[in-house]
């Protein structure tokens, strides 16, 4: 059972050596992944639990995860899903059904169902990403 509210600190984040390595982390998703993962039980997220699992809240219908530049980005869309990006830091540029839109730290842009989309790998950023109305992995489409 997922805790009544949980902090996800922009430093804690910063901090988490999954940021350094594959250059993402998962928050909130959809379905647990047991070998990986465990729900969050504290009100302050940290990536260090003692199982070596990522802390992670279950939420139906909605995913969030924290990405930076390394990253694995592929071009892909959602049939039923709503991405919602907030940059963080840095500037980053998403290609959305052929137009580049160039983003600066506190910005937001929100990608529709349906829209072919792709996060440029270029100088460096902090981004997080919400999808809402989500089936998982079941609506990613490349």
């Not at 993962?37 to 992670?56: D, I, L, Y």
């Not at 939420?59 to 991405?83: L, N």
Request: aromatic share 8%.
């Amino acid at each position: 059972m997922n805790p009544p509210a949980i902090l996800f600190s922009l430093q804690a984040v910063k901090n988490d050596p999954a940021l350094q390595t594959r250059g993402d982390r998962k928050i909130l998703v959809t379905e647990l992944y047991p070998e990986k993962e465990e729900v969050a039980t504290e009100p302050h997220w940290r990536h260090g639990m003692p199982s070596g699992k990522c802390p992670v809240l279950v939420m139906p219908d909605t995913e969030s995860a924290v990405f930076t530049q390394d990253a694995k980005q592929t071009r892909h869309c959602h049939r039923i899903g709503t991405e919602i990006y907030v940059l963080i830091e840095g500037s980053m540029t998403i290609e959305v059904e052929g137009t580049d839109y160039t983003l600066a730290s506190g910005d937001t842009i929100v990608v529709m169902p349906g829209a072919y989309h792709q996060i440029r790998r270029e100088g460096r950023f902090l981004c997080r990403v919400f999808t809402v109305n989500c089936a998982g992995v079941a609506d990613r489409y490349e």
